[in-house]
């Protein structure tokens, strides 16, 4: 992925891992393809309903320059809308990777001194990302080992 990318690796879960491979490399990248889509939607609900950071912080404002340039669409980096429809995630062997080709996104995760571009963190995992996450792995497990 050109852009940016937040990956979610399996490392730290060999156990399971290795008990998953017995079954298939096919439940491995079902897992990932479930992790994908979930991580993928808790990145579109921050980029288009909390418009916080993972660790809960708000954005900053647009400058009042750049404010002047917008119009009553557009709100913190959603202007056409070309950002949360580049969102998508991609299954690796053992990793999902979940983020955005923009040329542009990483300056608004990370900001951009050059252009005035202030870090609006999208990308990343809340306290209750997380949970969800933990509850999804342990459903399909329990599924898995059923």
């Known amino acids: 992925m050109a852009g940016i990318a937040f990956d979610f690796r399996l490392d730290g879960l060999d156990i399971a891992i290795q008990s998953l491979d017995k079954f298939s490399a096919f439940q491995t990248s079902e897992l990932l393809e479930q992790m994908g889509g979930l991580i993928e939607t808790q990145t579109l609900e921050r980029l288009d309903d909390t418009k916080q950071s993972p660790d ?10 750049y404010t002047q340039t917008r119009n009553g669409g557009h709100s913190l980096l959603d202007g056409e809308g070309n950002l949360i429809n580049s ?3 991609i ?3 053992d990793e999902v990777s979940v983020g955005s080709p923009l040329v542009y996104a990483a300056a608004h995760q990370f900001g951009n001194e050059a252009n005035s571009t202030s870090a609006r963190p999208y990308l990343g995992f809340s306290d209750d990302n997380i949970a969800e996450i933990e509850l999804e792995l342990s459903d399909f497990l329990r599924g898995a080992f059923q």
């Open 56 to 65: 809960g912080s708000e954005w900053d404002d647009w400058t009042d320059s």
């Open 87 to 89: 969102i998508t995630y």
């Open 91 to 93: 299954v690796g062997s």
